[in-house]
């Protein structure tokens, strides 16, 4: 088992900044690479960016290139993703997601992934 917490959604103007943060506890020496995705209302559960554990390769989603940067700090057990030059299309929840070592499959994939966060809700204004 693998817990995950977010934290650091909250609202903020077109423009703005935020930074989440996802602690992980539990089996983490089995995760091979950690995710972000996110869900606005009416829409499919949508791949962010990823991290693999090993050797820290990243994968982002076109929406997210130049302005979100995801990131670890192995000591904490924790990775963040970093949000920058919001706009109203990134208003979601974002949800932070373990995907275990031997499961296999596409790290842009929702269903790759065993264990997930609670959420935390990004919203912003113009």
């Known amino acids: 088992q693998v817990q995950l917490v977010e934290s650091g959604g909250g609202l903020v103007q077109a423009g703005g900044s935020l930074r989440l943060s996802c602690a992980a506890s539990?089996?983490?020496?089995?995760?091979?690479?950690m995710g972000w995705f996110r869900q606005a209302p009416g829409k499919e559960r949508e791949f962010v960016a990823a991290l693999t554990r090993s050797d820290g390769s990243t994968y982002y989603a076109d929406s997210a290139k130049g302005r979100f940067t995801i990131s670890r700090e192995n000591a904490k057990n924790t990775f963040y993703l970093q949000m920058n030059s919001l706009n109203s299309e990134d208003t979601a929840v974002y949800y932070c997601?373990?995907?275990?070592?031997?499961?296999?499959?596409?790290?842009?994939?929702?269903?790759?992934?065993?264990?997930w966060g609670q959420g935390t809700q990004v919203t912003v204004s113009s």
């Open positions: 997601a373990a995907m275990m070592t031997g499961r296999g499959g596409n790290l842009r994939r929702p269903g790759t992934y065993a264990y």
């Open positions: 539990g089996r983490t020496f089995s995760v091979y690479a």
